[in-house]
């Protein structure tokens, strides 16, 4: 049975930053005063736990803020942290488990809000507010709801939903076993049709075994026939392979003929010519090369003196002193020697007589250009001494030697073509052995053509033999052409009755198979029927007139005697359930939950013609009748009793007392003086400057719990 650790609340509403700590037999009066922020805290603790408030979820963050958050700690069993959190553009809730402190996986704020609602709270938003929190102003009231869904929360309660789900399920196993009756059916039907093929397929199979042996008799004979003509086609293929080597014999004899035949010609066309060689003649030319080898050696000696002589005049020419024209260089100076003599020498004004360094610059002149005149006139006769002694070499040389080229051509080309005669001459020996080689060639290529020729002869008789034999192939040829097309013909026949021979054995095991298998599925067809009956009798059982129609037979009857029980405290009315009501037309059921309030006088009216205090004392009966049937152990009320009179007052507070008994955790907020001295658990929440606190009595401090 789930219950409540603590409660933080961050910007919700008027509250900035506030927890509530939670015992776990706890009955506790939240007090304060009007607008101080105590309906807030229900409000956090249902919105945590479902995302829906009294307000618009951004109307919820408290003003100035950016983001508000609940957390909620659970307990009562498995334990769990629920912390929702609300932004201008964004809305998300996380779901731990405070014992591993892993985060429940979900995917989404859908799939988490149904995870609280069916796995931590197992109670829709609905039936929460109807009974376990009592919010102020709740807009859910039981008693507003259709019929329909006053029967669905009373379903809801006794987890009937799961029947549903079985139902659900139960129908969808009888649809598929009824899918596998038509399957099994239709195999059956295939089954069926195939035996009958099968069976007569197997009545031919003592037929088709005599034929077959039949016809692998007829085709042995025929294969033996095929063997017959096969051996004299492969000896008319030895013949013929023979006959085409005697024609590639044939054609390598006739070339080695013609080789030999050429080679003759060659050689007796070579012994002619050595044979008609004239030495003698070979001799004059041989004594005539002679004699023109001496006279070219003569015609060598002038070339090789004219060599020589050039030679010898290009060093000379190389060693030939310059010829310089000292005479004009002479004259030259002489002239500006004259000239210095007559250049008059100015006087000094300073010392009245002629200037000494001009007469000193005047005589060095004179001196230095007859030096130059001495240097030139030596220098003239060195260079006469040198021509001199040239002159006398060149003359010593001599006249240059004279040769003819021409001679010298035509004695080259002369001496060529007698040394042509001369080695031939010099080859007499070898060509007196190569003429006796030559006629020994002869005679044995002349003995090998004729032997040659005789084997031509034999080898052409062969051949002719053998077309004449090669030509009768034609025949056999034929008749192997016919056997062969009779064995395929034959063959075929024999295939296909092996395959129907095949199929009638076949048939036979197939038969067996087939008569398990037809069996085996009227077994499973029979398994499946009964499935079918059994699912057919539990979808009744879950179906409106099944298990939950029995539920809300037990359970309607004792809902009714709690809530007259506790409305008996409160009043002198009684209340009566049904689950079905007359509709307009003949024979027309509603089905749902129909609520009569019956009077003092035993009258039967509508709840809204009963006052706003009457309701309320119904309503207050109805929701701790619902109560008392939920799984949790914690219980809030928000201004309940607002709107009871005094007498109803003290009558509630024994039901009130009577709560406390019942649940764990009883939280109540109220302005009665009556029902607070009913708790001594209190805490007070004040709003000082726009924000909401909570201020505890017995230490008289206000305090923000962080």
């Known amino acids: 049975m789930i219950t409540l650790r603590s409660v933080q609340l961050k910007n919700f509403l008027s509250h900035e930053d506030t927890t509530i700590d939670f015992k776990d ?38 003003y100035g803020k950016k ?4 957390t909620v700690f659970t307990g009562g069993g498995k334990k769990y942290k629920i912390t929702r959190t609300i932004t201008d553009k964004k809305h998300d809730v996380v779901i731990t488990d405070d014992e591993t402190h892993e985060l429940v996986k979900t995917k989404g704020l859908r799939e988490a809000n ?34 329909a869904k006053k029967k669905d929360m009373i379903m809801e309660i006794v987890n009937a939903g799961s029947y549903e789900d079985y139902h659900t399920k139960i129908k969808r196993q009888i649809q598929i076993r009824e899918i596998d009756m038509k ?59 023979r006959g085409k080597d005697i024609v590639d014999i044939l054609k390598e004899k006739e070339r080695h003929v013609l080789s030999v035949q050429g080679n003759l010609a060659y050689l007796k066309k070579r012994l002619t010519t050595l044979e008609s060689i004239n030495y003698d003649f070979l001799r004059g030319k041989i004594e005539e090369l002679e004699e023109t080898l001496a006279e070219m050696n003569e015609e060598e000696k002038k070339v090789s003196a004219q060599h020589a002589w050039s030679y010898k005049m290009l060093v000379l020419l190389r060693e030939k002193p310059n010829e310089i024209d000292f005479n004009s260089l002479i004259e030259q100076q002489k002239q500006e020697l004259e000239e210095a003599n007559n250049c008059a020498v100015e006087m000094c004004q300073e010392i009245g ?59 080259n080309k002369k001496i060529k073509e007698l040394e042509k005669h001369e080695l031939e001459y010099i080859k007499k020996e070898e060509n007196e052995k190569e003429i006796i080689q030559i006629r020994k060639q002869v005679k044995e290529l002349g003995g090998d053509v004729t032997l040659t020729s005789a084997e031509i002869n034999q080898l052409e008789k062969e051949r002719e033999m053998i077309i004449k034999d090669v030509s009768t192939s034609y025949t056999v040829i034929e008749q192997l052409a016919v056997k062969e097309e009779e064995l395929i013909a034959e063959e075929e026949i024999l295939s296909h009755k092996n395959y129907l021979l095949f199929m009638a054995k076949d048939a036979e095991k197939r038969i067996i198979d087939l008569k398990k298998t037809i069996s085996d599925l009227t077994k499973s067809r029979d398994v499946l029927t009964e499935e079918i009956n059994n699912l057919e009798l539990l979808k009744g059982a879950f179906g409106q007139g099944g298990i939950k129609a029995l539920i ?88 309940l009793f607002i709107g009871l009179d005094d007498e109803s007052i003290e009558n509630f507070s024994t039901v009130l007392s009577s709560l406390q008994g019942r649940f ?37 401090n206000i305090i923000t719990v962080s």
């Open 25 to 62: 037999n706890s009955k506790l009066l939240i007090d304060g005063k009007s607008g101080s922020g105590k309906s807030a805290i229900v409000d956090a603790i249902v919105w945590c736990f479902y995302g829906r408030a009294r307000a618009d979820n951004k109307s919820l963050i408290k």
């Open 114 to 147: 149904e995870y609280i609602e069916k796995e931590i709270l197992h109670s829709s938003y609905a039936l929460f507010v109807n009974s376990v929190v009592y919010p102020q102003g709740g807009s859910e009231n039981f008693l507003q709801q259709t019929a």
């Open 552 to 639: 809300i037979d037990y359970v309607i009857p004792r809902l009714e005697d709690k809530i007259n029980n506790i409305l008996g405290q409160l009043s002198g009315f009684t209340v009566k359930l049904d689950t079905q009501k007359s509709g307009v037309g003949e024979n027309v059921i509603l089905e749902g939950l129909f609520i009569t309030i019956v009077n003092e006088e035993g009258e039967e009216l509508d709840y809204n013609n009963y006052s706003g205090g009457e309701k309320l004392k119904i309503e207050v009966a109805i929701t701790e009748a619902l109560a008392e049937l939920q799984k949790a152990s914690f219980r809030i009320l928000d201004e």
């Open 183 to 241: 399957v099994h059916e239709g195999r059956m039907v295939s089954a069926r049709d195939n035996l009958k093929e099968y069976e007569e397929a197997a009545r031919k199979k003592d037929v088709l075994e005599k034929e077959v042996i039949d016809l692998d008799n007829k085709i042995y004979v025929i294969k033996d026939a095929i063997k017959c003509c096969r051996e004299k086609l492969n000896e008319y293929d030895r013949k013929t392979a």
């Open 67 to 70: 983001m508000a958050s609940v």
């Open 664 to 700: 764990n955790q009883l939280i109540c907020i109220s302005h009665l003086r009556t029902i607070k001295d009913m708790f001594h658990e209190v805490i007070t929440v004040v709003k000082p400057y726009g924000t909401s606190k909570i201020y505890e009595e017995k230490t008289e």
């Open 353 to 411: 007589r002629l200037c000494p360094l001009a007469e000193f610059h005047k005589l060095e002149g004179i001196k230095s250009k007859e030096d130059h005149i001495a240097w030139y006139e030596g220098k003239k006769m060195a260079q006469k001494n040198a021509l001199d002694e040239y002159n006398q070499k060149v003359v010593a040389l001599g006249e240059e030697p004279q040769y003819s080229p021409s001679l010298i051509l035509e004695l």
